[in-house]
Nanobody, 124 residues
């Protein structure tokens, strides 16, 4: 089992940037595919991005393509989400998640472990 702790959320103006981090416990971080998901107020949980075990494969939701970049550092047990050109509609709680399948997930239901979330607010 892996435990996940997100950080880096906050308040930013539209057009700004944030980098979210997710620190994972355990010695087998490299064996998990990782992802970021978000949940806006009054909405369901939405897939944002995912990355394969070695970092060589990444998937993005259309909403973040060209603006968001997911990456991981297996030596530091950490996955990141760099978010640029933020929009008010990116406002949400962002969750880090892990999947112990070798396939890179692309929907919230495929992830096995979740962090507690970090809030991102983008003002107009």
């Amino acid at each position: 089992q892996v435990q996940l702790v997100e950080s880096g959320g906050g308040l930013v103006q539209a057009g700004g940037s944030l980098r979210l981090s997710c620190a994972a416990s355990g010695r087998t971080f490299y064996s998990y595919t990782m992802g970021w998901l978000r949940q806006a107020p009054g909405k369901g949980r939405e897939f944002v991005a995912a990355i394969g075990r070695s970092g060589g494969t990444t998937y993005y939701a259309d909403s973040g393509k060209g603006r968001f970049t997911i990456s991981r550092d297996n030596a530091k047990n950490t996955v990141y989400l760099q978010m640029n050109s933020l929009k008010p509609e990116d406002t949400a709680d962002y969750y880090c998640a892990a999947d112990d399948s070798p396939y890179v997930p692309s929907s919230p239901g495929e992830f096995d472990y979740w962090g507690q979330g970090t809030q991102v607010t983008v003002s107009p």
